[in-house]
């Protein structure tokens, strides 16, 4: 059976295809949603085997909801698209197919023909992609924070203290997990509770302890341990801390 998750914002677009799904019978639905928030994490928690999605929501893109997964290389996905502009794009982002709106039933059972054959075969070597967005939450609101923005990430007991451009937001990882999620040309972890990017680095001054302080744009001001430092140096402009 094949896991679908339907992401389409209009009620009646979804129950049509909620429709076209329950016609075929190795397809079931684990998941609906109408947004890129509800999307991403309906996905991490009920893992589909297939994803179809709505090019526009009402909080971004069909396109960002793939970019923010973790590693989606085992995920098919089909994009819904009124405006054939987007094909490329769709392909880009390494979607198996895309649909026009409004749908045909043959054209819908030849991309389901193709996830199929995809499914059927063997796995590539996985390729490293690493997160460029992360689903946080701050007053019952949810944001697709773009990695970019943060300045650096601070252990918070079972939670991670994200300190960004748009002010702090809390997310539930520990440190080791967001270092394998995280670009390392781009993030450096300098300490046990302490994560930076390095695009954020504006200096790195050493301490009379002989421990360095890597200060920030923000002007945030975070220790970097004798041990991390000499695991992974940190680039700052020209400068290189072993």
Partial sequence: ???????EDEPPALRKLERMVASVEDLSICGTAGTCADAIGGILRTKPDLLIVDVRLPDGTGFEVLQALDEPTDLQAIFLTAYEQYAV???????????????????????IQRVRDRLAQPLPPSTKRYARRFLVERLKAAYLLPV??????????????????????????????????????????????????????REVRRREDLNHVVVLTSGAEVVCSKRYGRRRPIICSNLLIP
């Fill in 89 to 111: 794009q769709a392909f880009d982002v390494a979607a198996l197919d895309y649909l026009l709106k409004p749908v045909a039933q043959d054209r819908f059972l030849e991309a």
């Fill in 1 to 7: 059976m094949i896991k679908v998750s339907l992401v």
């Fill in 148 to 201: 970019e923005s943060i300045y650096w990430i601070a252990a918070d007991r079972n939670y991670a203290l994200l300190y960004t451009a748009m002010g702090e937001f809390a997310l539930r990882a520990t440190m080791d997990s967001l270092e394998q999620r995280l670009d390392p040309a781009e993030f450096g972890r300098v300490s046990r509770s302490a994560i930076v990017r390095v695009g954020a680095v």
